[in-house]
């Protein structure tokens, strides 16, 4: 379904949109592939940056992801995705606290938003605050119950709280 749009007929937010969607499922290539056609159509493309970022997180880049994230930021700092890449740059440098303040930051900007709540969840689990994980998690889950990664924090959550009835129910 994904190959059956021409990428060059596609806006750029669609082209990294099509990218996140490759991404989740592993096809780093493709998403390489669009991010580029969304840079060549819209340079300064913050949403493109950021995923860039992510992949360089992922490759053990920790330069370029924390160079690609400040630069999603520069062109919108009103983008909780660029926070959200920043943030993941920030724990490759095992700088924690700055990751949990980009995660707030990504909250303040979109409060509604799973993947962040996810997020600030997985951090705050690395951080001892176990309480707080818990409902960042399930407030994660009550925002999206759809998306796997709220529901993984969830259960992680549950096991750290030694809720291990719950996690399996979870998980």
Known sequence: LM???DAKTLHPQMLTYRAGLYLTFGRV?????????????????????????????VQNDKEAALQLAQQAIEIDPASPTARLALSYAQQAY?????ALSSVET????????ALVRARLSELQMST??????????????????????????LGFAHLLQIDTQAAKEIL
Not at 106 to 113: F, K, P
Not at 129 to 152: C, F, I, M, W
Request: net charge negative; charged share 20%; glycine share 4%.
């Open 29 to 57: 290539a493709e998403a390489k592939s669009d991010i580029a056609l969304a840079l060549q159509v819209q340079p300064n493309d913050s949403g493109a940056y950021a995923l860039q970022a992510i992949i360089a997180v």
């Open 3 to 5: 190959e059956a749009f």
């Open 128 to 153: 001892g605050y176990l309480d707080r994980a818990l409902e960042s998690a399930q407030q994660a889950v009550s925002l999206n119950p759809h998306l796997g990664k709220t529901q993984t924090v």
């Open 106 to 113: 990504a909250i303040q900007l979109d409060d509604q938003n």
């Open 94 to 98: 095992f700088q924690i606290e700055e």
